[in-house]
Nanobody, 116 residues
Framework: QVQLVESGGGLVQPGGSLRLACAAS????????MGWYRQAPGKQRELVAG???????NYPDSVKGRFTISRDNAKNTVYLQMNSLKAEDTAVYYC??????????WGKGTLVTVSS
């Protein structure tokens, strides 16, 4: 089992920045990839950033150049740095971990609101 706890969401003005954090605990050694997803009202959950165990990252075009995923293995934490935020980035952001032999684990989410 893996437990994920997100933090760092909040209200930010357009053009501003936020950093989300996801602290992982449990059978961490079995995690082979982690990522951040978001879900806006009335929309499907979508991937916004992924990072593999080797450190390779991937982003959709909608956030490429604005969002950066990183990890601190010593703290078992994955971060999402979000810059140049837009109103359309408003969503609940979820941390995801892919675990060998166990599938996907999710955090409870943290709300990001981009508004003036």
């Amino acid at each position: 089992q893996v437990q994920l706890v997100e933090s760092g969401g909040g209200l930010v003005q357009p053009g501003g920045s936020l950093r989300l954090a996801c602290a992982a605990s449990g059978t961490i050694a079995s995690i082979y990839a982690m990522g951040w997803y978001r879900q806006a009202p009335g929309k499907q959950r979508e991937l916004v950033a992924g990072i593999s165990s080797s450190g390779s990252t991937n982003y959709p075009d909608s956030v490429k150049g604005r969002f950066t995923i990183s990890r601190d293995n010593a703290k078992n934490t994955v971060y999402l740095q979000m810059n140049s935020l837009k109103a359309e980035d408003t969503a609940v952001y979820y941390c995801n971990a892919k675990v060998l032999g166990a599938g996907d684990f999710w955090g409870k989410g943290t709300l990001v609101t981009v508004s003036s």
